[in-house]
T-cell receptor, first 111, second 114 residues
Framework: SQTIHQWPATLVQPVGSPLSLECTVE??????LYWYRQAAGRGLQLLFY??????ISSEVPQNLSASRPQDRQFILSSKKLLLSDSGFYLC??????????FGSGTRLTVV | QKEVEQNSGPLSVPEGAIASLNCTYS??????FFWYRQYSGKSPELIMS????GDKEDGRFTAQLNKASQYVSLLIRDSQPSDSATYLC??????????????FGQGTILTVHP
């Protein structure tokens, strides 16, 4: 069966510090991978998606970046965090149009 | 720009009643439709998918799709307090260049009171 791992679960970082969130998928090959952010009381905002190794598409201009160094690994990064980067970050995978499976999420607080 | 609209609620129903959640979408080429349940502080969980007009039933849940009206709904029968959560409607098109990207509504908060 397919599983998705996302870590860490919570993170408190100072403004201007770097960020690295990691997501890995098991039990499937060549999944589509996604990073979403959910601000407090808000909907899900698509940040990045990837259809293959090294293929990253950005949906929203910002100081975040994403990379996919391996087929089932997706990384979200920032060189310098802003207060506005706080939120609930969700990684998800899908195959074709059968909907997403989300990871457990990382709650990021920038202070 | 694709839009998915939901009534944010909160929708409050008594235990045992039917909860009706509604969603409209703007993109006529949308082909796949999903309902997710999100408990407070948790990640969304897929509970229903529907791809063709009509009703689809799974246990206490029924999804209804009307592509002509660009409308999708979720009915929860015999609502339980454990159904209290935010319900997210999500829509994608048939694929092509969208790569299965989902557009989510803002979610409807459902509260089931004993």
């Amino acid at each position: 069966s397919q599983t998705i791992h996302q870590w860490p679960a919570t993170l408190v970082q100072p403004v201007g510090s770097p960020l690295s969130l990691e997501c890995t998928v098991e039990g499937t090959s060549n999944p589509n991978l996604y990073w979403y952010r959910q601000a407090a009381g808000r909907g899900l905002q698509l940040l990045f998606y990837s259809v293959g190794i090294g293929q990253i598409s950005s949906e929203v201009p910002q100081n975040l970046s994403a990379s996919r160094p391996q087929d089932r690994q997706f990384i979200l990064s920032s060189k310098k965090l802003l207060l506005s980067d706080s939120g609930f970050y969700l990684c998800a995978w899908s195959v074709m149009n059968y909907g997403y499976t989300f990871g457990s999420g990382t709650r990021l607080t920038v202070v | 720009q694709k839009e998915v609209e939901q009534n944010s609620g909160p929708l409050s129903v008594p235990e045992g009643a039917i909860a009706s959640l509604n969603c409209t979408y703007s993109d006529r080429v949308s082909q796949s439709f999903f309902w997710y349940r999100q408990y407070s502080g948790k990640s969304p969980e897929l509970i229903m998918s529907i791809y063709s007009n009509g009703d689809k039933e799974d246990g206490r849940f029924t999804a209804q799709l009307n592509k002509a009206s660009q409308y999708v709904s979720l009915l929860i029968r015999d609502s339980q307090p454990s159904d209290s959560a935010t319900y997210l409607c999500a829509v994608t098109d048939a694929g092509g260049t969208s790569y299965g990207k989902l557009t989510f509504g803002q979610g409807t908060i459902l509260t089931v009171h004993p």
